[in-house]
T-cell receptor
Framework: KQEVTQIPAALSVPEGENLVLNCSFT??????LQWFRQDPGKGLTSLLL?????REQTSGRLNASLDKSSGRSTLYIAASQPGDSATYLC??????????FGAGTILRVKS | NAGVTQTPKFQVLKTGQSMTLQCAQD?????MYWYRQDPGMGLRLIYY???????DKGEVPNGYNVSRLNKREFSLRLESAAPSQTSVYFC??????????????FGPGTRLLVL
């Protein structure tokens, strides 16, 4: 059974700092990995999707990498801002878009 | 363009009562999903519908039923609510054409409290 773990569970950083969020998964036979953002009391917003054949994806200040063989992904946020404060969720899928989620990392960026 | 909408936003039930959570999408997506989110845990898939007219169980289907009413709407029904079903429920959708995975679009969630 696929299990997804996110470390750390919570992170507090000063504004402007670069940071890395970690995600690991137990079954490397995935089709893709997605990173989501969730604001308090809201739904999830997709940030980046990495297909299993890809090594990384970038969007603005966000860069996500995937090492399928070791079962790891990282989300790098450059020059963090208070508006980046949210919960970040990692999810992996096999065939058919059925996602298995990690518990998330709660990020607080202090101004 | 509203995306994925869910009703109600919040509901309180007594143990044994029934209710239906509604979800609709206006993006002409083929596939729809129901998840639940509990504190300290990731979202878990309850049921999904790969296309209109089909439904299938996810990771935690016990105590729930679903109906894919048409291409736009996918409802989740609790026949006899239990306190263990207290959770936040999210509906999501994907275009459903790429077998290797697609971005999922989520609704704002329904917060359910079962007393």
């Amino acid at each position: 059974k696929q299990e997804v773990t996110q470390i750390p569970a919570a992170l507090s950083v000063p504004e402007g700092e670069n940071l890395v969020l970690n995600c690991s998964f137990t079954d490397s036979a995935i089709y893709n990995l997605q990173w989501f953002r969730q604001d308090p009391g809201k739904g999830l917003t997709s940030l980046l999707l990495i297909q299993s054949s890809q090594r990384e994806q970038t969007s603005g200040r966000l860069n996500a990498s995937l090492d399928k063989s070791s079962g790891r992904s990282t989300l790098y946020i450059a020059a963090s801002q208070p508006g980046d404060s949210a919960t970040y969720l990692c999810a992996v899928s096999k065939y058919g878009n059925k996602l298995v989620f990690g518990a998330g990392t709660i990020l607080r960026v202090k101004s | 363009n509203a995306g994925v909408t869910q009703t109600p936003k919040f509901q309180v039930l007594k143990t044994g009562q029934s209710m239906t959570l509604q979800c609709a999408q206006d993006m002409n997506h083929n596939s729809m999903y129901w998840y639940r989110q509990d504190p300290g845990m990731g979202l878990r898939l309850i049921y999904y519908s790969a296309s209109e007219g089909t439904t299938d169980k996810g990771e935690v289907p016990n105590g729930y039923n679903v109906s894919r009413l048409n291409k736009r709407e996918f409802s989740l029904r609790l026949e006899s609510a239990a306190p263990s079903q207290t959770s936040v429920y999210f509906c999501a959708s994907t275009l459903g054409q790429a077998k290797l995975g697609e971005t999922q679009y989520f609704g704002p969630g329904t917060r359910l409290l079962v007393l």
